[in-house]
């Protein structure tokens, strides 16, 4: 009779905590989105290329917050920056973390790549080991090195215009090479092509959908014969292992003959114990700034040229600018930025019309959270979609169109310069992961785009028939990041005294 009572109770227990919990349920709202598969979501929906279309396509549909399901994992876009600032920004304790990948994040990088960590005491070591070195007033001490690879950079293109996608490779490379590791990258350019080689594994391995283990982490649990994907992301972990650890060792033996060697790894080496950082930690956050530091800046730059090539009159309007303040003898110096208010609304619209990351990196929720009658469940993925933020037609009308001058300043009296050149637009990501390194990045961006303008007019090629080539800003590549794909265009000396002042090395003032 007591076994009976005790089952009863149980029963109507359940029963009560089941129509407790439907209630509570009911309270939320459903997350917009398309229809899902009853067993696979919306996986087979979702295309690997190009997400970031898809994802304006259901903006379009559903509005700014959208979600859809993975194989049971729930992901959240959001397409308007009010959303993304209060999630990932004001609320950033619970949305700055990492969806765990095993494949590019506990085999591939060993659980080291910053990228990939979740928020935690191990990322806030790492971030401030960034935040050193690059803060805005530490980053002025670059300048002579952004000065000498981009004249390196105006050179190549004078002596070889033809492989001008080359050159862009290997200006920002080079810069943060010598930043990181303090010296030139080799002329063989050997350590430039493994780690771009690395890094491009690294944003293919880890985009969603890449390895089926992420998606249904349940597999790694399967022994080693029947899992041959973890012996390959550990033999290129330990391929990054080697590079970026003679790099930095390397660093660690010149460190012993020239006591005041500057660069991002010697400062690593030298507070090593204050920040609490092991070798191989060393190795990768060394490392992984020189490659991500690359193919941001990199994608960046091409997305400029294609702009110039496609908007002309935008690149006279900044030329103009520029020739009202140098001449053809002295190229252009950061001294003069507050000059030149229409070449900084330029770089500010390169960032707008083709964000490098269009899809940003996803945020992960540590805990259950509620938004505009949403709920939304610990675990969950939340991707801020910057291709949709930056052509959201109300803050950015003719969203499509190339045009710098949304970004002068309309305050009379008031300079376009007088903010940040990562101000006005979100390529640079939410709360606490949002990019360290973005006021280096943008001045070396600045004065690559400053001086090939004044250096050269960046025109469309033509055929043998004489008409122009296509240049085509859908040809590019997916995945985290995207960039164009080489397309043709010609670098044309603006004058002979112009090639005569880079060729000399000469002009700064």
Known sequence: MNGLLASISFLVSGILLYLISRRYASTFSTIPGPTAHPLVGHTLQVPTTKTWKYFEKLSHQFGPIVKVSLAGDDIIVLSHPSDAEELLTRR???????????????????????????????????????????????????????????LRLLADLVTAPAEYYHHFLRFPASLVFTLSYGQRINDEGKDLADVQRIFTMFVQDSSPGAHLVDTFPILDRLPDFLSPWRAEAKQKHQRELELYGRLALEVKARMEQDIGLECFAARLWDQQVKLNLTDEEIFYVAGTAFAAGTDTSVTTLLWFIM????????????????????????????????????????????????????????????????????????????????????????????????????????????????????????GFGFGRRRCPGQHMAMKS??????????????????????????????????????????????????????????MSGQGII
């Open 92 to 150: 950033s304790r619970n949305y700055s973390s990492r969806r765990p990948l095993v494949y590019a994040g506990k085999y591939q990088s060993g659980n080291l790549r910053l990228t990939l960590l979740p928020y935690g005491d191990t990322l806030k070591k790492y971030r401030a080991a960034f935040h050193q070195m690059l803060q805005p007033r530490v980053v002025g001490g670059y300048e002579g090195v952004q000065y000498t690879e981009s």
């Open 307 to 426: 702009a110039m090539a496609l908007y002309p009159a935008t690149m006279k309007k900044a030329q103009q600018e520029i020739d009202s303040i140098f001449n053809s003898h002295t190229l252009p110096v950061f001294t003069r930025m507050q000059d030149l208010p229409y070449c900084f609304a330029l770089v500010k619209e390169v960032l707008r019309w083709a964000p490098t990351a269009p899809l940003g990196f996803p945020h992960y929720t540590d805990a259950d959270d509620e938004y505009n009658g949403y709920k939304i469940r610990k675990g969950t993925t939340v991707i801020s979609s910057l291709w949709n933020m930056h052509h959201n037609e109300d803050e950015y009308p003719n969203s499509y169109t190339f045009d710098p001058e949304r970004f002068l300043s309309t305050t009379p009296g008031k300079a376009a310069v007088d903010d940040s050149l990562a101000d006005g637009h979100y």
């Open 445 to 502: 961006t600045w004065i690559a785009v400053v001086r090939v303008l004044w250096a050269f007019n960046i025109e469309r090629r033509k055929d043998a028939s004489g008409n122009l080539m296509k240049v085509d800003p859908d040809l590019c590549t997916s995945g985290l990041t995207s960039r164009p794909q080489e397309f043709p265009v010609d670098f044309v000396p603006r004058s002979a005294t112009h090639i005569e002042t880079i």
